[in-house]
């Protein structure tokens, strides 16, 4: 409705300008052709009389004759006083007697009109009216011989059919304003039903989608704004819908992720409660199960927490972080346990390799490729860990000589909680969440990881930063 009286009001206004302007454009110029034929008739019978020295009823009454009364309606000539000398309208038709000037009723013999009073003070007056189809016109003019002013001329138009014409204008104006405002009020409510009715889809469909239908589309029509509208939403429901659905896949993994080890626990402490007289052996073994359990609790509780903060919270405060150094301390925090794996971690760590980052965030990720190289890796095995540079970029690689990737596993390897071989994860004390924050804190600092197999066996896992460079050193130079 709100669409329809918008475009009513906009054609109401052209169509009131078009009933009022056409009009008194032209009413204007009938009126001014009139003063000007009126004032040019005046001039000439003037300009007659003027010939005359003195004016009496009988010489103007001659001069009148001979001239042509253009179809006027009344002419008036007076003396100086405002006497009538000549009144075209008691002039007597052929063959009769003109009536004695006595037989006149006074009020009838002189012209009392403002316009004579005008004329006989020396201006020449004009005026016209259109009133009941009929346009009204009278001027007025001095007559004047050697500079005195001996009477006037007045004269008197009713044009009927000028004021036809103008008035069948108006008619016509008004049956075209009619149609124009019927066929604005059809096309109007036309033109605002088909979008309000689109603008109704998509409000009926983003509550289809508040509700939880997140696989509900729109069909965009058009290559309109609200054709474009349309397709956003549909790109916007797309996401949501992708999300929902890692959203519902990470809380199932998740939720079987945590119900292993409680299950475990669970189990664990019901034996030892419902056996008598347990060894106490045993019940240290069982106790020592649920221990290691409790801890890979916290660690999938620790990595969960750790993908919350990165999904939720914005980047801490960066600042220039040495790659090499950060890689050099967490290899040597990770030592004892390739120690322990009888696994020979070898380094290579080029100086230069700075980058904008958090000290934590980096060791994070430097922290969980070595791991997941050593865990993954066989007795007398090596991972080699590397930091350069290339170009704009700062690279670090961990590489090993474990059990490798399958080529159709390398795609899902940063997914949440995927493992390649979940029995071997479990037994190693994965949780499929290591890769997973190694990508999301990559990203986050504006850098990628890749995963390739490596030649000639293992795996190579290469994380890439955008190199620092100092602005104090000059364009171009590295810190």
Known sequence: MKYALSYLVIFAVVLVLLNTYPVLA???????SKRDSLKSQTAVMASALMELESLSADQVARVMNMLDNMGL?????????GLILYDSTRQPEKGEESPPEENVPQEYRYALYQEVVSALRGSDVFCSRYADRVFTSTA???IVYRGMVIGSIYILEVDQAQGELLYSLQQNLRTISLVIALVTLIMSTFFSKMLTARIAALLRAI???GEGEYGHRLQPVGRDEMAQLAGEFNQLTDRLQTTEEVRRRFVSDASHELKTPLASIRLLADSILQTDEMDP?????????IGSEAERLTRITEHLLALTRLDSLPAGEEHVVDVSQVTERTVARLQPVADAAGVTVEKSLKPGCSILCTEDDLSQVCFNLVENAIKYNYSGGKVFVSVYRDGDQVLLEVGDTGVGIPEEDLPKVFNRFYRVDKARSRAAGGTGLGLSIVRDTVRRHGGWVTARPRNPEGSLFTAGFPRYISESKGRGTSQ
């Open 26 to 32: 032209s009413q204007d110029l009938l009126f001014a």
């Open 73 to 81: 309606k009344r002419i008036l000539v007076t003396d100086p006083a």
């Open 140 to 142: 007025a003019m001095p």
């Open 207 to 209: 509550r289809i989608v």
């Open 281 to 289: 052996a045993m019940v240290r073994d069982f106790v020592g199960d």
